[in-house]
């Protein structure tokens, strides 16, 4: 039963090779030549404008949990995409309650006023 | 294009579940119509979903469904009834207490729904991920509960815990069920009971994921040692949600673990030594530790602790023939007997949220003789006392592990019995010595329904043998 897992743990080895040796590789031949912008903090390309461990509205963590909600939507939108004509009609009948379901929770956080900003 | 075969859903045997999560689904929408000062529209609504599921029990139809994924038989529909009976008499409770507490909002009951779906799936599961399902849908639902009485710091805190804990705990089972699909290749129950591997570093793999799996569940049955959660949570949670989180996921967690013992058949006994020590463990850090309590809550709290030792004894005691009577018999008095007993301590708190102490009991006999009652039967029958409803658990427990053969269990949970009933005697005298100044607390129809239901149910199938035959005709 287990043998089935050998191609598993040989991919796990061979992504742990690549990993280590790139790095390596990268390190011991590449040219160290520290500057200040490159030894600042990574932030897509903008200066950083102080401590990330600043206080921020509470709003943005329900906009990041709605984001999920709907993320999660999506995922399962791809998939159901590519095999929409095989799973036929009852396809439909299931997906349709999977909206049904999140539209009942989105009107909820709408009347609830958490799509208001202020 | 070739079609893709869906499986296929009898609709009946999911009968129950469908009523309890579309009447969840729809209560969300209609509780946003209704003005805050009529919450109680939404409780009866709650009410009346979950009486509607009760009732539908047996028309449902026996078998497994959804691609092995869920089952429903005779003891089943015993289980269920169990859960959806606390969940309607727990509705009752919270109505009247939110009310009172100025706590009420229309998620509670929403919430209760959806938790006690997730209970029925976990009692209806027949393969791990629907066990998984059942528990975090059960689980996520009580975080919120507990954590529902807003402006109460103890609340928040008891449902942080209870978050942090029970995410810790279903990391656990997820590994093991990963573990246990790893070694066998399937995640259906009753698959697995044939693939269980003889030999070699499957084998241990196995037995691994198993364990794990158990750990998981001992989490949210309060197993000692994984039951330091339980007494914070059960203290800072609304009274109301206390009952029904210490009897439904009780219940429902105890049918997760006795599907998985079913599972392992006659290799049960690789795992037995380990359960049997964590059983007495559970009885006796259960019983003994809640001698030294003064809050009423966490006393019960640590007495559940201890009971859910009995009915891990009354599991392990009928993987032999005996069937699963006497943990299920079990599992129902310990629902009437909790029911009742935070029942009261919900209507003495009244409007206050102060947590009682034992103290609070003194002279109780003098301003409220009917709720003494009520109280003095339910600790009476948590002590094991006949003719209450919990002698005939305690009794069939104990009968059953000595047939199997563990003499020396039944002995010593004879013993932790003993030592338990030392903290319900002395609650029971306080109430009936001295005297308070106190006022005299007023009862609800609601409440009063309920407790009235409940403490007519411990002494009812307590003295009636029969109805242990009907659950023994259906459990085995």
Redesign the interface.
């Known amino acids: ?2 043998d ?2 050998v191609p598993l743990l040989a991919m796990v080895g061979i992504a742990v090779f690549i990993a280590v040796f790139v790095l390596s590789v990268s390190r011991i031949l590449g040219p160290q030549k520290a500057t200040v912008r490159k030894l600042a903090p990574y932030e897509s390309g903008m200066e950083p404008i102080g401590d990330a461990m600043a206080r921020f509205p509470i709003k943005f963590n329900l906009v990041a949990m709605l984001f999920i909600l709907f993320d999660v939507e999506v995922i399962f939108f791809f998939p159901y995409a590519l ?1 929409y ?4 009609i ?2 439909l009948i ?1 997906m349709g309650s999977f909206v049904l ?1 999140l539209l ?2 989105l ?2 956080v709408w ?2 006023g958490a799509l208001t900003w202020d | 294009m070739a079609q893709i075969a869906l499986p296929s859903i009898d609709y009946m045997v999911i009968l129950q579940i469908l009523i309890i999560f579309g009447s969840a689904t729809a209560l969300l929408l209609i509780d946003l119509f209704i003005p805050a000062n009529q919450k109680k529209i939404t409780a009866l609504l709650a009410l009346g979903a979950t009486i509607g599921a009760l009732v539908a029990g047996p028309y449902s139809n026996s078998g497994v469904t959804m691609a092995n994924a869920v089952a429903f038989g005779s003891s089943t529909l015993i289980v269920n009834s169990i859960i959806l009976f606390a969940t309607a008499i727990s509705i009752l409770f919270a109505s009247d207490a939110m009310h009172k507490q100025g706590i009420e909002r229309g998620e509670t009951y929403v919430l209760m729904l959806l938790a006690t779906g997730g209970m029925l799936l976990l009692a209806q599961g027949a393969s791990l991920i629907t066990l998984f399902l059942g528990l975090e849908l059960l689980s996520i639902a009580l975080y919120i509960l507990t954590a529902i009485a807003y402006p109460r710091i103890a609340s928040e805190e008891a449902g942080l815990k209870y978050l942090i804990i029970g995410a810790f705990g279903a990391g656990f089972l997820v590994f093991g069920i990963a573990l246990t699909f790893g070694a066998t290749g399937s995640l259906v129950l009753s698959e697995i009971a044939t693939r269980i591997p003889v030999t070699g570093i499957e084998r241990s793999l196995f037995f691994t994921g198993i364990g794990l799996m158990l750990v998981g569940f001992g989490y949210k049955v309060s197993l000692v040692p994984f039951h330091m959660w339980t007494p914070d949570v059960y203290q800072g949670a609304p009274t109301s949600i206390t009952s029904f989180m210490a009897v439904g996921s009780k219940v429902a967690g105890f049918i997760a673990i006795i599907a998985l013992v079913q599972m392992l058949g006659a290799e049960a006994q690789v795992i037995t030594p380990v359960l049997m020590g964590i059983a007495v463990l559970t009885m006796l850090v259960g019983s003994i530790v809640a001698i030294n309590q003064t809050s009423l809550k966490r006393m019960l709290a640590y007495s559940s602790i201890s009971h859910a030792g009995f009915v891990l004894l009354g599991v392990l005691g009928s993987t032999q023939a005996t069937g699963l009577r006497a943990p299920i018999f079990y599992l129902a008095a310990y629902t009437l007997t909790n029911l009742a007993a935070f029942g009261v301590i919900m209507v003495l708190e009244g409007s206050e949220e102060r947590d009682l102490t034992l103290a609070d009991l003194t002279g109780l006999w003098t301003r409220n003789p009917w709720l003494t009652g009520i109280m003095a039967l339910a600790l009476l029958s948590l002590a094991g006392v006949p003719p209450t409803v919990g002698f005939l658990g305690k009794f069939l427990v104990i009968s059953a592990v000595w047939q199997s053969g563990y003499m020396w269990m039944a002995i010593i949970a004879a013993f932790a019995s003993a030592f338990a009933a030392f903290f319900y005697v002395r609650a029971l005298l306080s109430m009936f010595s001295g005297t308070t100044d106190r006022p005299r607390m007023t009862l609800d129809a609601r409440s009063s329904l309920a407790l009235l239901i409940v403490a007519v149910g411990i002494i009812a199938v307590g003295l009636m043998p029969w109805s242990i035959n009907a659950i023994a005709l259906a459990g085995s």
Do not use: D, F, H, I
């Not at chain 1, 004509?85 to 036929?88: A, E, V």
């Open positions: 039963m287990l089935a897992y095999v004509r095989q799973l036929g009852p396809g299931e379901v009942v929770g009107t909820y009347k609830k």
